[in-house]
């Protein structure tokens, strides 16, 4: 099986959500000359992390957060703060619930602020995930050390 570059199926990133359906065809095309082929074979990652498989649900989700993301005034922000920024307002989800401090609504915008930013509906500076780049290592004194406030281990019981 000769496996195409990604960047040989695009010519921008509107062009992600078609990548489903080429796929597939793809697949099925391999399949069709004696190749055991199946979709997998085309991905880098499992079907639902793949940019190159983007699935209805993923646009949806990305549309869903671009949209309260423009009424928020398209903000510098990182997704967790852009959680706590808008669950007290009144934004519902895709299926019409409010949009609360729970996981699920976490999890929801976590997924439409990705796909948003692959799809190209958010500027994806100006949505940064960064972790702490400074690593401070603990340090104890001998006075600090936690393991001297430990008890020993005794094989006669207490």
């Not at 697949?27 to 190159?52: I, K």
């Not at 509906?121 to 690593?135: A, C, H, L, Q, Y």
Request: overall charge negative.
């Amino acid at each position: 099986m000769n496996d195409p570059p990604l960047s040989d199926l695009l010519d921008s990133r509107s062009d992600i959500p078609d990548l489903r359906g080429r796929i597939k065809e793809m697949a099925a095309q391999a399949r069709s000359q004696g190749e055991d082929a199946s979709v997998e074979d085309f991905l880098a990652l499992s079907r639902n992390n793949d940019t190159a498989y983007v699935q209805p649900s993923d646009l949806e989700r990305a549309e869903w957060f671009a949209d309260i993301y423009d009424q928020e005034g398209c903000p510098e922000t990182h997704p967790r703060g852009f959680h706590y920024r808008i669950f007290a307002k009144d934004y519902q989800l895709r299926d019409g619930d409010d949009y609360q401090n729970t996981q699920k609504c976490w999890n929801e915008l976590k997924k439409g602020a990705f796909w948003a930013q692959v799809l190209g509906f958010v500027d994806p500076e100006r949505i940064g995930d960064s972790k702490n780049t400074t690593v401070t290592p603990t340090a104890f004194d001998s006075h600090d050390d936690p393991a001297r406030h430990r008890r020993p281990v005794s094989s006669s019981g207490p």
